[in-house]
Nanobody, 121 residues
Framework: QVQLVESGGGLAQFGGSLRLSCAAS????????MSWVRQAPGKGLEWVSS????????SYADPVKGRFTVSRDNARNTLYLQMDNLKTEDTAVYYCCAMVWRAVGWEWDYWGQGTQVAVSS
């Protein structure tokens, strides 16, 4: 019953920007660490970025460091991903997910439907 709905995807030019949003409902969003994960065509899942429940800790995959910025608004139950200086390799379906800490480490428990990002050359 947890619901995560991504939006903001679309077509962008090389070097352009997009801002993705993830609207959360049916769970206590403010208590969860959140992540963005992407899947390029024909590829597996790739972790992109994470943000702690209170926004005090941010992390990014090397390919997006310096270009993407993750943020959240707990009052609005929304996660964001600001993507700047987009590259063709950023083309993928982007998913937001809620994370849970377990013995093996962080796990992605809840997923959205994804939003398509396409970057033209």
């Amino acid at each position: 019953q947890v619901q995560l709905v991504e939006s903001g995807g679309g077509l962008a030019q090389f070097g352009g920007s997009l801002r993705l949003s993830c609207a959360a409902s049916k769970f206590t969003f403010s208590t969860y660490r959140m992540s963005w994960v992407r899947q390029a065509p024909g590829k597996g899942l790739e972790w992109v970025s994470s943000i702690s429940s209170g926004s005090g800790s941010l992390s990014y995959a090397d390919p997006v460091k310096g270009r993407f910025t993750v943020s959240r608004d707990n009052a609005r139950n929304t996660l964001y991903l600001q993507m700047d200086n987009l590259k063709t390799e950023d083309t993928a379906v982007y998913y937001c997910c809620a994370m849970v800490w377990r013995a093996v480490g962080w796990e992605w428990d809840y997923w959205g439907q994804g939003t398509q990002v396409a970057v033209s050359s």
